[in-house]
């Protein structure tokens, strides 16, 4: 079955100290991995894309990477702004079209 | 501003009673997708559209209908809404199925 995990599924830091989040995925014919940033009630934000194993992108304190099997979004001296629920969606080929699935998601928690 | 818009923001209605909810996007995108949001269960992609009058079903069609009569709209229509679509609701778009999306405020649904 295609699927997407993240974990974990909640993560509690103290502002500056880094770490990272998992997404894995078992999907195959990986066309695209996607990492977004959900705020409490309002709409996810898109953060990064990632289309073949061994890219890298980042953003300020975040840095997204990708293998085979998983990607992984490293958060650096986080700030509590970067609180927030961290979702990772792959796109792959499915039947004569796509599909888009999404993860869970990691609830994360930077405290001052 | 590049954005994406629903209305209604908020719904409560009753089982069995028509209701559609509007998306628009004012970024020329060609790519418009609908999901819903339930605890626990993470986004599900109901419908997807690559472009004028192309669309096709997502993971949770059942229930739903969407058209795409022009490239800026993409509503959501519920013909006989029933308990367990009450959900919360996005509509997003991006430039290709390939790319990240973004995100419209949600529609919060409710049908009792």
């Known amino acids: 079955e295609d699927q997407v995990t993240q974990s974990p599924e909640a993560l509690r830091l103290q502002e500056g100290e880094s770490s990272s989040l998992n997404c894995s995925y078992t999907v195959s014919g990986l066309r695209g991995l996607f990492w977004y940033r959900q705020d409490p009630g309002k709409g996810p934000e898109f953060l990064f894309t990632?289309?073949?194993a061994g890219e890298e992108k980042e953003k300020e304190r975040l840095k997204a990477t990708l293998t085979k099997k998983e990607s992984f979004l490293h958060i650096t001296a986080p700030k509590p702004e970067d609180s927030a629920t961290y979702l990772c969606a792959v796109h792959y080929p499915y039947s004569s079209a796509s599909k888009i699935i999404f993860g869970s998601g990691t609830r994360l928690s930077i405290r001052p | 501003e590049a954005q994406v818009t629903q209305n209604p923001r908020y719904l409560i209605t009753v089982t069995g009673k028509k209701l559609t909810v509007t998306c628009s996007q004012n970024?020329?995108?060609?790519?418009m997708s609908w999901y819903r949001q339930d605890p626990g269960l993470g986004l599900r992609q109901i419908y997807y559209?690559?472009?004028?009058?192309?669309?096709d079903k997502g993971d949770v069609p059942e229930g739903y209908k969407v058209s795409r009569k022009e490239k800026r709209n993409f509503p959501l229509i519920l013909e006989s809404p029933s308990p367990n679509q009450t959900s919360l609701y996005f509509c997003?778009?991006?430039?290709?199925?390939?790319?990240?999306?973004?995100f419209g405020p949600g529609t919060r649904l409710t049908v009792t």
């Open positions: 997003a778009s991006s430039l290709s199925d390939r790319q990240g999306q973004y």
């Open positions: 559209s690559m472009n004028v009058e192309v669309t």
């Open positions: 990632l289309y073949s």
């Open positions: 970024m020329n995108h060609e790519y």
